[in-house]
């Protein structure tokens, strides 16, 4: 079966870094492109990062763009999020996602199959 598991999340003070993986397995990984999104207490879910199965494009939401860098490594099925210059309102509960296709429009609103269950992220001094 598909599975999703982040790990990486945990306290960051305010500037600092974070690394997210996604490890994937049940599926052709190499196959599928990836997001990651975030929810915040209170708030709704929020995209955060994609890229395509081959890795050859990135895409980032405006709140994150130039801060969060989103890799894959198709020999280890795992997906990335390099967090960096990290601000209180990062603070979310980050997930990553599969898509139903390897390349999607991500100006639109992607289609997901299967999420993971999140790792949380905390940003604080």
């Known amino acids: 079966q598909v599975q999703l598991v982040e790990s990486g999340g945990g306290l960051a003070q305010p500037g600092g870094s974070l690394r997210l993986s996604c490890a994937a397995s049940?599926?052709?990984?190499?196959?599928?492109?990836m997001s990651w999104a975030r929810q915040a207490p209170g708030k709704g879910l929020e995209w955060v990062s994609g890229?395509?199965?081959?890795?050859?494009?990135?895409y980032y939401a405006d709140s994150v763009k130039g801060r969060f860098t989103i890799s894959r490594d198709n020999t280890k099925n795992t997906l990335y999020l390099q967090m960096n210059s990290l601000k209180p309102e990062d603070t979310a509960l980050y997930f990553c996602?599969?898509?139903?296709?390897?390349?999607?429009?991500?100006?639109?609103?992607?289609?997901?199959?299967?999420w993971g269950q999140g790792t949380q992220v905390t940003v604080s001094s």
């Open positions: 996602a599969k898509t139903l296709y390897g390349a999607v429009d991500y100006s639109g609103s992607p289609e997901y199959d299967y």
């Open positions: 049940g599926f052709t990984f190499s196959s599928y492109a």
């Open positions: 890229i395509y199965s081959d890795g050859s494009d990135t």
